[in-house]
């Protein structure tokens, strides 16, 4: 079945270091959503790419969706200490049904003050 | 405030009971999503359900059951054919069907079975 690929999946950053994950998947995707769990708590949408070679910022994070729609980045310039958490990826297929949200196994981030 | 109530927080039962978790929302989204998390896991789909008393098996469905007899409310019945059923469950909601809404989460609810 499909997959949907997460590195890393831990990543451990100085505070003001850039972070990036990267999702991949084994099949073409429709669209791709990102989210973020803080320790604790729920995952909150952070955005959604749907064209090839979508890129979307939102701040300090970069959203890319690859040319051929099959792989996604989120990059993070200068962490922060609230940048904290779990950041998943969630590939959809073409065709696929509503339930076919595929989600990453997520990296989580820890930032040192 | 428009949002998704889960409860209880945390659940404790003895191996061998049913148990059924509460998702409730006020937003008005016609579906509406059951999903397992296990420590270092990505979100499982258990059960999700695009309109009132219809609903579909996700990807673990295999002891757990569901109902959707209201718009609002989406609850999880965890039954004793569960073999694992000690995880972060999680409810979330879109505002349609096409497949291209967010999902939006309730704050969970944590369940130990001993």
């Known amino acids: 079945g499909q997959q949907v690929m997460q590195i890393p999946q831990y990543q451990h950053v100085q505070e003001g270091e850039d972070f990036t994950t990267y999702c991949n998947s084994s099949t073409t995707l429709s669209n791709i959503q990102w989210y973020k769990q803080r320790p604790g708590g729920h995952p909150v949408f952070l955005i959604q790419?749907?064209?090839?070679?979508e890129v979307k910022k939102q701040k300090r994070l970069t959203f890319q969706f690859g040319e051929a729609k099959k792989n996604s980045s989120l990059h993070i310039t200068a962490t922060q200490t609230t940048d904290v958490g779990t950041y998943f990826c969630?590939?959809?297929?073409?065709?696929?049904?509503?339930?076919?949200?595929?989600f990453g196994k997520g990296t989580k981030l820890s930032v040192k003050p | 405030d428009g949002g998704i109530t889960q409860s209880p927080k945390y659940l404790f039962r003895k191996e061998g009971q049913n148990v059924t978790l509460s998702c409730e929302q006020n937003l008005n989204h016609d579906a509406m999503y059951w999903y397992r998390q296990d420590p270092g896991q990505g979100l499982r789909l258990i059960y999700y359900s695009q309109i009132v008393n219809d609903f579909q098996k996700g990807d673990i469905a295999e002891g757990y059951s569901v109902s959707r007899e209201k718009k609002e409310s989406f609850p999880l019945t965890v039954t004793s054919a569960q073999k694992n059923p000690t995880a972060f469950y999680l409810c979330a909601s879109s505002i349609d069907r096409t497949g291209h809404s967010p999902l939006h989460f309730g704050n969970g609810t944590r369940l130990t079975v001993t």
């Open positions: 790419l749907v064209k090839s070679g």
């Open positions: 969630a590939g959809r297929n073409y065709g696929g049904s509503q339930g076919n949200l595929i």
